[in-house]
């Protein structure tokens, strides 16, 4: 645990060079669906075909991934958005562009279909690609003055109630300033990448992906404010739990961590970014949007 709370501001990132040389590839494959482990398979006998390293896991074996994930050019997910945000988070570090096959149902973050992954895949081993970088939020969580844990969010961080069918209080600031208390289901604070997720569901604005800007917005509050804040990337967010009503924080919908009264949880853009592999024209996100949505 640590004492002396710090702020960083997002510093400008060094990206990629975009067309850099995919030498070995690594395949993460859907534990619960057969079709990725197949689908892996067949991937990874054609890439060794064509004379490059290959290494494969279970999206879930987050310990072993990281066994080999420095050694890779870029990683592959065999999968929904699900995968793709597992593989954003062990990636975020060595940052490793990620290329999504969807096998789900939205797939928002996925770039190839499985009937034309042959193609798309042998045309960016030879170069024919662009590096899109995506904005992540770090979040800080405070019990007095000891810094419990920091996480990495590609999507967003949540802090909401429990199991209880009860609103609770969340006072918030912005810039160090107070800003409001939500009396509500909970607060969402999302990515531009995170506003077609759970920030839509809860009636949030659509940003498109390359912006950075950060939202922030309740979970069906009950008078108290209602609407959506977008923010700059250089905004700070900071979320203190008023409530005897258990809360929790929850980020990027992969795990969830049990709050306190009085906890809190402080949020800004993260100097990480996460890397996607695209083909497309970079018009492609509203184009995905409306198949997705089928608008």
Not at 16 to 24: D, G, S, T
Not at 163 to 187: H, N, P, W
Request: hydrophobic share 40%.
């Amino acid at each position: 645990m640590h004492r002396e709370e710090t702020h960083n501001q997002p510093q400008p990132i060094d990206v990629p060079a975009p067309c850099r040389p995919i030498r070995a590839v690594g395949l993460l494959q859907h534990p619960k669906i057969l079709t990725s482990q197949e689908l892996c398979a067949r991937i990874a006998e054609r890439l060794q075909q064509v004379g490059l390293d290959v290494y494969r896991s279970s999206a879930w074996d987050e310990n072993g991934v990281r066994l080999w994930l420095d050694k890779v050019d870029l990683l592959v997910t065999l999968g929904g958005d699900g995968t793709i945000l597992r593989a954003a988070r062990m990636a975020f570090r060595s940052g490793t562009p990620i290329l999504g096959v969807n096998l789900g149902r939205l797939g928002f973050l996925s770039e190839v279909k499985p009937e034309n992954w042959e193609e798309k895949l042998l045309a960016i081993i030879e170069g024919h690609y662009w590096l899109e970088g995506r904005m992540v939020l770090q979040a800080e969580f405070w019990r007095g003055d000891n810094r419990m844990e920091t996480y990495d969010a590609l999507n967003e961080v949540a802090i909401s109630r429990g199991s209880l069918a009860r609103t609770v209080r969340l006072d918030t600031s912005i810039e160090q300033e107070y800003f409001t208390t939500y009396k509500a289901d909970g607060v969402i604070v999302s990515t531009p990448t995170g506003s077609t997720a759970y920030a839509l569901a809860a009636g949030g604005p659509i940003l498109p992906p390359h912006l950075r800007n950060i939202i922030l917005l309740p979970i069906a509050p009950h008078m108290s404010m209602d609407r959506a804040l977008v923010l700059s990337a250089d905004s700070r967010v900071d979320i203190t739990v008023s409530s005897d009503c258990r809360a929790i924080l929850t980020v990027d919908g992969q795990f969830e961590v049990s709050l306190q009264d009085g906890d809190r949880i402080c949020v800004t853009a993260s100097q990480l970014e996460s890397y996607f592999v695209r083909t497309q024209g970079k018009a492609y996100f509203y184009r995905t949007l409306m198949e997705r949505f089928r608008w």
